[in-house]
């Protein structure tokens, strides 16, 4: 007997890490300054500042950008909850980030 195949698995999290690992490809096409800097992806900062908690933290020093998943997709407000408007979100974190870090 053969099964059916299954539907690809969808994630939150899977979704997440393809928007930040494209956004992040767009930008090193488009900037030489970030084709070596490491964009990676973490739950959730160990510290928070005066500002409150980052969504995002930049180190030019080691060349790295880590954007925090858990932040970003919880304590942003939406106007439209829907996959556009989330990925949108993750994207403009990941252009921020990097406005930063340039």
């Given amino acids: 007997m053969v099964r059916p195949p299954l539907p690809p698995i969808d994630t939150r999290i899977e979704r997440f ?3 930040v690992g494209a956004a992040a490809e767009f ?6 300054d970030l084709r070596d800097v490491s964009f990676e992806i973490g ?3 160990g510290e928070t500042g ?6 995002w933290t930049v ?3 080691r060349k790295r950008i880590i954007v925090w998943r858990l ?23 990941v ?3 990097a406005a930063e870090y340039l």
């Fill in 43 to 45: 739950d959730m900062p």
């Fill in 71 to 93: 932040p970003i997709e919880r304590l942003s407000h939406l106007h439209r909850d829907d996959d556009l408007h989330r990925r949108m979100m993750i994207e403009s974190c």
């Fill in 59 to 61: 180190d030019t020093t």
């Fill in 50 to 55: 005066d500002r409150g908690i980052p969504r």
């Fill in 95 to 97: 252009f921020r980030a």
């Fill in 17 to 19: 890490d393809l928007a």
């Fill in 27 to 32: 930008l090193r096409s488009a900037w030489d």
